[in-house]
Every structure is written in structure tokens, then in C-alpha cells.
């Protein structure tokens, strides 16, 4: 089948759409985890918290297959097979009365999401420069208004439709996004530039990474705050209904918070032009953690409201947004020839390290937010201690790392 070649701006639409089913898979069914529990007898609910570190251990578990096996055979034929996985896992969920199961599916299904780190792959395959800059920048502007409707968008199919029909709703999405794939996005790394998976060079390029300190101590310090991602999105859905009592304000919430992160990923540029990543990701750190005091404090202290929880938590995602790229950027500064095979094993470091610290803040939310914002504010300090550095320390990674700082 001869496959037409995109134009840029389809191109752009089709990376932003693969970037997204993982934010869809996740954000989507938030408000359906009462229901869910309920309908399959989850007991305790802290359990239900599963239904997202499943999914992000089954994408980290998944990712360097992807990352490593596309150089070799190419991007299409793995990005139409991690989609095709991800859609029949999303429509068996939709069908299954098991927990269990529902556990293994979601783990299925977010091992057929890691496909999605091919998109960029995709993009650097056709474009470079200014151009290539260009379609990130617009994918990833698409990209972000994912996690902010997302919420709101699984909130209105539960008012016409049960659990089941979100993630029918989820399938369906991901079945369009294969279609769109199969039929507009032909291979777009031929079979002269593709490299074989050499096992003793693969041993050789890990052994590298590990000896790497800039890259250990940088993606550690990224595992930790993305438990504490993980663990606000296990805990803010039961927090906003059960804790502040107000569930109809969950997409509002999640949706606002959603942006601060988008925000940052504007802000950010020009913040690294000024100061370099290192400097950019410590003081971004140094605020994070600040404000997960002053936030645990006042859970602390039995002053929590959703006034105070969204004081606290958006500015919070901002310096998240803030420190996770540049931390990535620097930790990926050295890494030259390595850097495939780096990127596949920060991503799934991070994101199987990240999801098991948001599973067990998870497990010990009680309705309030104190588990949550001490649960942060342990992720932010461990991070902090990681990075050890002072800032104004690391200003010498500043022009190495800004180079591939995210666009």
C-alpha cells in the first residue's frame, strides 16, 4: 500500500494526536474511578489507584522496546502495533468485570501507549532546524490541551454513558488515531538509515549511562517529582469529591492546574536563554519545594480548603513544568551517540519509577489531603538532596544543555 506523504500541517497533527493517547487514557476516566470501584467491588478505594499505575508501569515497562526496536525496523509498522494494543486493551477493559483483569489490561494498555514516544522520532525523521521546531512547538501546543478538556470531556460522557462507556469512548479515539496513521504516515526512516540492535554495543551504551552522574542524579531527581505527580493525580479526583465535597468541580480543578504545567512550558524558553537548564531546573526545584511546605503545613495544621489546595498546587505544577524539562535536558546533555538509548532508559526509569511512588501516595490518601501534600513534599525534598548542587553551581552545563532544552 503506497501511503501519501503529509503535509507539514497534517504531519503536526498527527504527532500531537500520538502524543496524546496517554494523556487521554489517564485524564479521561478520572471521574469514572468511584463508579468503577463500586461496580466491581473495590475495597479499599485507595486500590482504585491501580487504574493509573498500571497504565504508567505498563508505558515505562514498554517504552525501550519502542525507543531501542524503531531504529531497527522502523517507526510505522511499531507505531501501528503499540495502537492497535492500546485500542483492543481499552475496549476489553470496557467489557471486563474482573479487577484482576482490569489491572492487566491497563497495564496492556499503557504498553501499547508507550508507542507514542515515536512521534518526535517521526518528526526529527522528516524535518531538522527551524522546521522541526516549529512542528514541536505546535504539537505540543495541541498536546497540552489534552489533560485540560480530558477531565471535563470523561465528566460530560458519564452524565449520558457508565464507566464502560469512557473507556468504549477511549478505544474509539485510539482506533481513529490508527486509522489516521495507516492510511496518512507512511515509514519514515528507509531501510538504509535504519541500525541493528547490536546486544554488545547496547551493553556498552548502558554501561556509559550508568556511569554518568549528571545523568543518575538528574533523572532521579525527575523519578521523584513525578511521584509526586502521580500521586496528585491518584489522590485529587476522591480529594475534590470526598475531601472539599464539591465533585462537580473536578474537571475545573484538574483542568486548571493542567495549565499552569502548560504555562511553564511557554515560560520556560526564555527562562533558559537567561539562565541555562541547571540554574533554570534548581531554582524551579527550590520553589517546588517551598511551596510543598507551606502546603503540608497547612494540611498539617486541618487549614486545608480547595481555595488553599489550588494556592498551593498551581503554582506548584508550574515549577514542576519548570524543573522536569530542563532536568531532562541536562541529564540528556552528554549523552551524544547515546542518546536513543538514553532517552528509552530515562523514560522508563522515570516512569516506572515515578508511578510506583504515585501508587503508594495513593494508598495512603485518607480523604484529606495531608497524605498528598506530605507525600509531595517528600518527592520534592528527595529531589532537592539529589541535585545537591546549589544552582549557581551548575551554570558551567548551560550552553549544552540548552541546546536541546525542550522547544
Known amino acids: 500500500m503506497c501511503v501519501p506523504e503529509p503535509s507539514l500541517r497534517e504531519l503536526v497533527g498527527i504527532v500531537a494526536a500520538l502524543m496524546s493517547v496517554n494523556a487521554l487514557a489517564i485524564d479521561t476516566m478520572l471521574g469514572a474511578l468511584p463508579a468503577m470501584g463500586v461496580a466491581l467491588g473495590v475495597h479499599p478505594a485507595t486500590r482504585l489507584t491501580w487504574v493509573v499505575g498500571g497504565y504508567v508501569l505498563g508505558y515505562g515497562v514498554a517504552l525501550p522496546f519502542f525507543g531501542m526496536v524503531s531504529d531497527h525496523v522502523g517507526r510505522r509498522r511499531l507505531i501501528l502495533g503499540g495502537l492497535a494494543v492500546y485500542v483492543v486493551g481499552s475496549a476489553l477493559i470496557a467489557m471486563t468485570s474482573s479487577?484482576?483483569?482490569?489491572?492487566?489490561?491497563?497495564?496492556?494498555?499503557?504498553?501499547?501507549?508507550?508507542?507514542?514516544?515515536?512521534?518526535?522520532?517521526?518528526?526529527?525523521?522528516?524535518?531538522?532546524?527551524?522546521?522541526?521546531?516549529?512542528?514541536?512547538?505546535?504539537?505540543?501546543?495541541?498536546?497540552?490541551?489534552?489533560?485540560?478538556?480530558?477531565?471535563?470531556?470523561?465528566?460530560?460522557?458519564?452524565?449520558?454513558?457508565?464507566?464502560?462507556?469512557?473507556?468504549?469512548?477511549?478505544?474509539?479515539?485510539?482506533a481513529v488515531v490508527w486509522v489516521w496513521v495507516a492510511c496518512r504516515l507512511p515509514e519514515s526512516l528507509p531501510a538504509e538509515r535504519r541500525q541493528r540492535v547490536q546486544a554488545a554495543a547496547v551493553?556498552?551504551?548502558?554501561?556509559?549511562?550508568?556511569?554518568?552522574?549528571?545523568?543518575?542524579?538528574?533523572?532521579?531527581?525527575?523519578?521523584?517529582?513525578?511521584?509526586?505527580?502521580?500521586?496528585?493525580?491518584?489522590?485529587?479526583?476522591?480529594?475534590?469529591?470526598?475531601?472539599?465535597?464539591?465533585?462537580?468541580?473536578?474537571?475545573?480543578?484538574?483542568?486548571?492546574?493542567?495549565?499552569s504545567v502548560a504555562i511553564a512550558a511557554v515560560v520556560n524558553q526564555r527562562l533558559v536563554t537567561r539562565w541555562g537548564a541547571s540554574v533554570t531546573a534548581g531554582h524551579a526545584v527550590n520553589a517546588y519545594l517551598?511551596?510543598?511546605?507551606?502546603?503540608?503545613?497547612?494540611?498539617?495544621?486541618?487549614?486545608?480548603?480547595?481555595?488553599?489546595?489550588?494556592?498551593?498546587?498551581?503554582?506548584?505544577?508550574?515549577?514542576?513544568?519548570?524543573?522536569?524539562?530542563?532536568?531532562?535536558?541536562?541529564?540528556?546533555?552528554?549523552?551524544?551517540?547515546?542518546?536513543?538509548?538514553?532517552?528509552?532508559?530515562?523514560?522508563?526509569?522515570?516512569?516506572?519509577?515515578?508511578?510506583?511512588v504515585g501508587l503508594v501516595i495513593g494508598q495512603h490518601a485518607d480523604g484529606t489531603a495531608l497524605g498528598l501534600t506530605l507525600g509531595s513534599l517528600l518527592c520534592a525534598l528527595v529531589a532537592r538532596l539529589l541535585l545537591g548542587i546549589p544552582p549557581r553551581h551548575l551554570a558551567g552545563v548551560k550552553t549544552e544543555a540548552r541546546s536541546i532544552a525542550p522547544r
Open 99 to 174: 479487577w484482576p483483569l482490569l489491572v492487566l489490561l491497563r497495564l496492556m494498555q499503557g504498553a501499547g501507549g508507550a508507542c507514542s514516544v515515536l512521534a518526535l522520532a517521526v518528526a526529527r525523521d522528516r524535518y531538522s532546524g527551524p522546521i522541526l521546531s516549529r512542528i514541536l512547538s505546535l504539537a505540543f501546543a495541541a498536546f497540552v490541551a489534552v489533560p485540560v478538556l480530558a477531565p471535563a470531556v470523561g465528566q460530560g460522557l458519564l452524565a449520558m454513558v457508565s464507566w464502560r462507556g469512557v473507556f468504549g469512548f477511549i478505544a474509539g479515539c485510539g
Open 290 to 356: 517551598m511551596l510543598a511546605l507551606g502546603h503540608a503545613a497547612m494540611a498539617w495544621w486541618g487549614r486545608e480548603t480547595l481555595g488553599v489546595f489550588l494556592v498551593f498546587q498551581v503554582p506548584m505544577m508550574f515549577c514542576f513544568g519548570l524543573a522536569l524539562s530542563n532536568l531532562g535536558a541536562v541529564a540528556m546533555a552528554g549523552m551524544g551517540e547515546r542518546a536513543g538509548t538514553a532517552a528509552a532508559v530515562q523514560g522508563a526509569l522515570t516512569s516506572i519509577g515515578g508511578g510506583l
Open 203 to 259: 551493553r556498552r551504551h548502558l554501561a556509559a549511562i550508568a556511569a554518568d552522574r549528571p545523568f543518575v542524579v538528574h533523572t532521579a531527581a525527575m523519578t521523584a517529582l513525578l511521584g509526586g505527580l502521580y500521586g496528585l493525580i491518584n489522590c485529587c479526583q476522591p480529594l475534590i469529591a470526598h475531601g472539599f465535597g464539591v465533585p462537580s468541580l473536578f474537571p475545573l480543578v484538574f483542568g486548571g492546574v493542567a495549565v
